[in-house]
């Protein structure tokens, strides 16, 4: 059995690296295609106003991106029960109060939970937060040794310590990297934090995490139009964000959304379907993420979908080598966070995320902030190297790899410090 496993990864692995090599990076090979215009009605009519947006345009597309690329949530599922499970007042050297809180749901004879790990500054009354996901587990963001390990499946990882699907005490502290968490606490803002896997495993398979909740009888995943796994995070997000509602220290006007990656292509996702997140941050989200799809550049929809079958709903396939098919593109997720603040960050080295798509697609999203009088992205050329853009929509292309850097979180802060006065 176990001999399969590895063969499995192996096979995976290489796989996946080959992809990566083999995939579009000439600017010259990228096919001509066509962006969308963001304020044209499927039907070809013009949208001259914010009211014609709220009332036409955006539903519309909503529901396009719904039943088409992230699936539709079936149904409704209310927080059955919280629990501060852990707090202390002295976090992040003094300056934080740290909370441990258990989110459950519970249907029929199923339970599921989730941590929320919390860290907010001393020194503010309700604090504006940043809520976004962590790739393993929150004890992996700090080297605080209060943090609770989740149980949860987690992908093994030999150097983080993960075997066999648990997550262990050797990997405390091997993302701190990724969160700047004094820096975010000295700004003046909390931090809330959560385990992806603890909302869905990441693997293709439907049985676990929250999709059997909402199954009809006899169903074992999810139909053509319901959601994948992206759709199901962002569920998550949203249940934090009734969590946030309720908690006095926080203040709910002032939650921004915030992801890296996949979970840069969810925090969008959240943002476009949940308008109580004030502002939105996509860290080199890429392909179904910020990055426009029909631009063939980097990671396609044909390779998202083979390697990651789960992510979107079963109705995104019929895109896969056929991009020019798809009535919509990323720009126009994008515009349906408008009015509110989004920042989009793409690092150069990060080829395989398409960092000119990422930027395009907050620059043609910008037309739709215009309607409200907000200044977006407002040419076509991209700026330099840590020359960041910072109006409502924002974008920055910093050197380096796939990640996110301190240098990345600076900005969010200097942006959203301004956008959410
Ligand atoms: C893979 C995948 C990307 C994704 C990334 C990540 O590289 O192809 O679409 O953004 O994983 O989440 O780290």
Redesign the pocket.
């Known amino acids: 059995m176990k001999i399969f496993t590895i063969l499995f990864v192996f096979i995976f692995s290489i796989q ?1 690296a080959f ?2 090599f083999d995939a579009n990076y000439d600017e010259s090979k990228v096919p001509k295609f066509d962006v969308p215009d963001v304020l044209k009605t499927f039907k070809g009519k013009k949208v001259s106003n914010s009211k014609q947006w709220e009332k036409k345009g955006r539903p519309e597309l909503l529901q396009f991106f719904t039943q088409n690329v992230y699936g539709e949530v079936p149904g409704e599922l209310k927080i059955s029960s919280f629990e501060v499970v852990e707090e202390s007042n002295n976090a992040v050297n003094g300056k934080a109060k740290r909370k441990q809180i258990d989110i459950t749901f519970q249907k029929d004879d199923l339970t599921l939970d989730f941590t929320i790990l919390m860290y907010l500054p001393k020194n503010v009354d309700k604090a504006p937060l940043f809520v976004g996901y962590n ?1 393993f587990g929150n004890h992996t963001i700090t080297e605080d040794v209060n943090v609770i390990i989740s149980d949860s499946w987690a992908r093994d990882n030999a150097s983080f310590g993960i075997i066999n699907n648990q997550l262990t005490e050797q990997s405390r502290g091997v993302r701190t990297n990724r969160w700047a968490i004094e820096k975010i606490i000295d700004a003046g803002f909390g931090l809330a934090t959560i385990y992806y896997c603890e909302v869905d495993p990441d693997t293709d398979d439907f049985s676990n995490g929250i999709h059997p909740f909402f199954y009809e009888e006899n169903q074992q995943q999810p139909a053509s139009q319901e959601w994948g796994s992206i759709a199901a995070w962002t569920w998550g997000l949203s249940r934090s964000m009734d969590y946030f509602e309720q908690d006095s220290n926080v203040d709910e006007s002032k939650v921004i959304v915030f992801g ?6 969810t925090s969008l996702w959240a943002g476009a379907t949940d308008k109580r997140f004030a502002a939105v941050i996509s860290n ?6 910020a990055a426009l799809s029909k631009r063939r550049f980097g ?1 396609t929809v044909w ?2 979908n083979n ?2 079958p789960h992510w979107f709903c079963k109705n995104f396939k019929m895109y896969s080598k056929n991009e020019g098919a798809l009535p919509v593109d990323q720009h126009q997720l994008i515009s349906l966070i408008a009015p509110r603040p989004v920042y989009v960050a793409s690092a150069v080295e990060d080829r ?2 398409d960092p000119r798509g990422e930027f395009l697609s907050a620059f043609y999203a910008s037309p739709v902030y215009k309607l409200y009088g907000k200044d977006g992205i407002q040419s076509n050329e991209m700026p330099e190297l840590d020359q960041p853009i910072q109006n409502t929509v924002a974008y920055h292309i910093r050197e380096g790899k ?1 990640d996110v850097t301190d240098y990345d979180w600076e900005q969010y802060l200097k942006w959203a410090k301004e956008q959410l006065k």
């Open positions: 996946f992809a990566q790739f890296h990656s996949r979970l840069g292509k080199n989200s890429g392909c179904g993420g990671e390779r998202i390697n990651f395989w995320s796939h």
